[in-house]
């Protein structure tokens, strides 16, 4: 059947150029009596038309892959796969993943599906050992990547005349300059500051009138505290747009008691895109995945295997419209499950719970499974705690040790050394209540533990040194 319906701007389907000629924005003008389609009208395609994007896209993507990158058709090869395997949309179920350590293997270029000739932009990620992962994008990429990243901003509120503070590191960080076309493309008023220099944050926030700011959510409670400090207001800020790293539920409710804006969440990775895989819309409640462009999968993070909607795993992502890198079944180590009722907010697209941890920043101590976030929602139940902590692991005498250093608001700070204790307890006991395990807790000042620009480090693993 047409998928190029009424409801699926010709620019968003096929691969051919996708997103070339966004009309961002519903305004009448003379040459269109009727309003031009928005942008974000591909987040209520009914779902029947959607499913069969996904399948020709799918198809068009496996074919791409297998017919340009050495790694994907030899892996499909020897399962006696080809393109013509892909049937329908279950059928993706049969090809093999892909993993972080493909692309390490493969560094830098190995898994790029576009001569250089037809690749616009390169960025990297650095990740926590060795060479950086490197990722590509062709024009029509980065037009995807801009209606992705507008219709993010749509979803959060935004619309032509917000004035929109961009703190995202710009750079080989696809954070930056994700969110700056995205923003740009709905026709808002883009501040391209970045991270860092706090002071000149809080002065543009304020004189240029700042109605939306883009950072990690740990930085954004960097200047929220500093802001305090100064006796700085937000002036017109109103919406926060807010990702790159997990934060809890609890911390958004700290964010947003404290500085009356609505905070959102958004989610991606470079390996996929950068920003624009998912975000949250007015509801707050689950993250709607641009699923026209990437295809969403749980899985048992042990076996692989598929998991029903509702269940907790894996969140695996299948790239449907990427042309210079295309990503086939990528294990993202994000853990989280498909909600399966629809949105109230009347998207077609499904969505996920916010993730709160990865697969790979659980660690073990004392034989128990530990994740940051679990620590993180303790902590902030806890009356008289700043949303800033860390956690020091260590190895005494060949026994781990685990350390939590947590900052108390000013007031409890200069209280009496019996008040102080009984937080300390209080909060030891939190601890031990979600992890099942007593830990070392550790009252600080406000502002000793570290800052982050960009995304917070909050584990300080020693053991290993
Ligand atoms: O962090 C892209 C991004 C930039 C997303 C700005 C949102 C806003 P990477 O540096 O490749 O890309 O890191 C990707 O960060 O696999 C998650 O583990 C984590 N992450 C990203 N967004 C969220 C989020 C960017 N909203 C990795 N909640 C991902 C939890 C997140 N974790």
Redesign the pocket.
Known sequence: MDVRGDLAPPEEVGLKSPGANISPVSVPSPNHPQPVQPASAPDYLPTRLLRDLQLTRLVAVVTRAYERVPLFRHRMEVRGLSPASIGKLEDLSALPFTVKNDLRDTYPFGLFASPMEEIVRLHA?SGTTGKPIVVAYTEADVAVWSTVMLRTFAACGLHRGDVVQNA?GYGL???GL??HYGAEALGATVIPISGGNTERQLMVLKDFGVTAICSTPSYFLHLLERAKENGTDLGKLRVGV??????SDAMRARIEAESGIAAY???????II??GVGTECERQDG?HIFEDHFYPEIVDPSTGAVLPDGTEGELVLTTLSKQAMPMIRYR???ITALVPEPCACGRTLRRIR???R?SDDMFVIRGVNVFPSQVETALLAVEGTLPHYQIALTREKGLDEMEVRVEVTPEFFSDQIRALEGLRERLSLAVERTLGLRVKVTLVEPRTLQRSEG?ARRVDDRRQM
């Open positions: 990620s995202y960080f696809t954070g994700g969110a807010f990702g790159a790293e997990p934060w969440d958004i989610y991606g990775l470079s390996e950068g920003p993250l993202t180590r994000d916010r993730i709160s990865r995304k």
